[in-house]
């Protein structure tokens, strides 16, 4: 179980930083506070995974998320890629993103402990915002050319996790600054 909380604790976090990075630039106002929004409730997401999974490690849910090297997450090269500034590629991620989500979700929902599938039915009432977000973006983009060439080169890596993925040890510089620069800080 641990492996599989770590899984979508690490997917959450990267992602959600990944998210973060259209802040301020996205090519709609409205999406500027959108993807802030999912970016938010992402990394929250990624905390109470964290959380949940070091109570059994013995460690805490800092530790988990930034002490860790760039080659010890468990995330998916997906939600690795830095796509800033192509939002159709953006676009069919965060779409892939939360089918393959869902299903992870409806995982844990079902397992036999109920902190487990708690805090899963708590993440999945919270994510369906972001899966209608999703959809009515791929129902937009359809029949985008772009965007439908994304979705094709992007689907192979919703369940790759295999070697370190492209851009990870960058934005993990990025992610633990504060945390290796400040003795003690935490989350």
């Not at 409205?30 to 993807?35: G, I, L, P």
């Not at 013995?58 to 690795?80: I, K, M, Q």
């Not at 869902?102 to 039915?121: I, N």
């Not at 992007?154 to 996790?161: F, H, S, W």
């Amino acid at each position: 179980m641990n492996e599989q909380l770590l899984e979508a604790a690490d997917d959450e976090l990267v992602v959600g930083w990944r998210d973060s990075e259209w802040t301020g630039i996205a090519p709609l106002l409205e999406e500027d506070v959108a993807f802030s929004s999912i970016a938010q409730n992402e990394i929250g997401h990624a905390r109470a995974l964290y959380e949940l999974a070091a109570r059994d490690l013995g460690t805490t849910a800092d530790e988990l998320a930034f002490d860790r090297a760039p080659g010890e997450y468990r995330c998916s090269t997906l939600v690795a890629l830095r796509l800033v500034p192509d939002w159709a590629r953006t676009i069919a991620r965060r779409y892939l993103y939360e089918q393959a989500d869902e299903r992870r979700l409806a995982a844990l929902k079902a397992s036999d402990d109920p902190e487990v599938a708690g805090l899963a039915a708590k993440i999945d009432r919270e994510e369906a915002y972001h899966r209608m977000h999703a959809q009515m973006w791929f129902d937009r983009l359809q029949d985008e050319p772009r965007f439908l060439e994304a979705l094709e080169k992007l689907r192979p890596l919703v369940d790759d996790r295999g070697e370190q993925p492209p851009g990870l040890a960058e934005l993990w510089e990025e992610m633990t600054s504060v945390r290796r620069s400040v003795a003690g800080a935490t989350w």
